[in-house]
C-alpha cells in the first residue's frame, strides 16, 4: 500500500490486552511505516523491563528515562508510534504528538479485558490485591480517551484483521482532513 501521507505518523495507545502489539506490527506493515514502541524503547535504553525500573530505581528514573526516549519519538515522521496512555497524558505528549499525526485509542469493553486478564495472570487473578493493580493499570490507560482529539475505534467484537483495517481507515480518514491541498 502507498502512503498518500508520507510525513505523517499514526499513534495508537489503548489497551486491548497482549495481542495490541501484533496489531500494532500489523498496521505497520500494511501502510509501509516504521514501527516504533515507546516501551521497548524505554526497556531498551534501561537495559530491563519498565517494571524492573520502577521497583529498584523508583518512578522518578522511569520518568526521566520516559523523557529521553519521548524527545526522540517526537522527531519521527511515517511511523506508527505504540504509545501507552499514561505516557500520552504526561509533559503534553499527546498534544505535540497529535500534531504528527491523529491518536487513535482501541479498546475493548471491560468484559474483554477481565477475561483477557484472566487468561493472561493465571492463577495471579484470584488474588485481589494483583486483580486490583492490573484493573489500576487499566484505568489509568484508559485516562487518555478524554484527551481532545482523540480517534476511539472499539475493537471488542473484531478480529485482529478486522483492528487493523478499521484503524488504517479511520488514519487515512483524519489525516486526509488535516492535509492543507
Do not use: F
Not at 52 to 69: D, H, N, Q
Not at 82 to 94: D, H, V
Not at 103 to 114: E, G, R, S
Amino acid at each position: 500500500m502507498l502512503l498518500p501521507y508520507p510525513d505523517r505518523n499514526l499513534i495508537l495507545t489503548g489497551y486491548t490486552g497482549p495481542n495490541q502489539p501484533l496489531i500494532a506490527k500489523l498496521i505497520a506493515d500494511r501502510l509501509k511505516l516504521r514501527y516504533i514502541s515507546v516501551d521497548s524503547q524505554i526497556e531498551e535504553r534501561a537495559g530491563t523491563d519498565i517494571e524492573s525500573v520502577r521497583a529498584a530505581y523508583g518512578e522518578t528514573r522511569l520518568k526521566t528515562l520516559e523523557s529521553e526516549v519521548m524527545q526522540d519519538v517526537l522527531l519521527y515522521r511515517a511511523a506508527l508510534i505504540r504509545i501507552s496512555g499514561q505516557t500520552l497524558m504526561r509533559a503534553e505528549y499527546g498534544k505535540r504528538l497529535g500534531e504528527t499525526g491523529p491518536i487513535i485509542c482501541v479498546v475493548v469493553t471491560l468484559d474483554a479485558v477481565l477475561r483477557q486478564l484472566h487468561l493472561a495472570m493465571g492463577g495471579r487473578y484470584h488474588d485481589p490485591n494483583e486483580r486490583a493493580l492490573a484493573i489500576g493499570k487499566i484505568r489509568r490507560e484508559w485516562e487518555v480517551r478524554k484527551l481532545e482529539g482523540i480517534h476511539e475505534l472499539d475493537a471488542t467484537r473484531m478480529t485482529q484483521e478486522e483492528s487493523a483495517a478499521a484503524v488504517i481507515d479511520i488514519w487515512q480518514k483524519a489525516v486526509a482532513l488535516t492535509v492543507e491541498y
